[in-house]
């Protein structure tokens, strides 16, 4: 049921969740949705370690984006990233569990700026990533009642 937009963004987190297959195939959990929110978490395998024994910055990256992309859509309307860029103030090591916390900052029109940060198992800040989201037309979930050309 979708009556109140906290559980149309739980339909979408589920719907989206569903054919995620890059979230799935990196072990991205959503762990929160709401409007404008996400918190997703990922475990870093030896397969996400680079050649300097650290984190890749890509898979936090991916997290962060994951997150990114789950808040911007929760209600419901086609959102892709228009932009976004990540900082990375300390490394992610092997073994970490490292959690991405989206917040909408600002939404107006089809534009939105959303602010994702990434922390590890102690909340050491791993990932700083802001992103800027453009609405496309039609919606992700289908809404009860609504004709479907």
């Known amino acids: ?22 979230a799935q195939a990196h ?13 997703m978490a990922m475990s870093v395998r030896k397969d996400m370690v680079n050649g300097h024994d650290i984190g890749h ?19 419901n309307e086609v959102t892709v990233a228009a932009g976004c860029s990540i900082t990375f103030p300390a490394p992610a090591k092997l073994g ?26 102690d909340g050491t800040v791993v990932g700083l990533f802001r992103g800027q989201s453009a609405r496309l ?4 979930i289908p809404v009860p009642g609504a004709s479907h050309a």
Do not use: W
Not at 27 to 39: D, F, H, S
């Open 1 to 22: 049921m979708t009556d109140t937009p906290q559980s149309l963004a739980e339909a979408v987190g589920r719907g989206m969740y569903e054919r995620d297959h890059c």
């Open 96 to 121: 970490d569990l490292l959690t991405a916390e989206c917040r909408e900052v600002h939404k107006r029109g089809r534009s939105g700026v959303y602010d994702v940060t990434v922390t590890n198992q």
């Open 137 to 140: 037309a039609g919606t992700v």
């Open 27 to 39: 072990g991205i959990e959503l762990l929160e949705i709401a409007p404008g929110y996400a918190r």
């Open 57 to 75: 910055g890509g898979m936090t990256f991916t997290l962060a984006d994951t997150a990114f992309a789950y808040a911007c859509n929760a209600a």
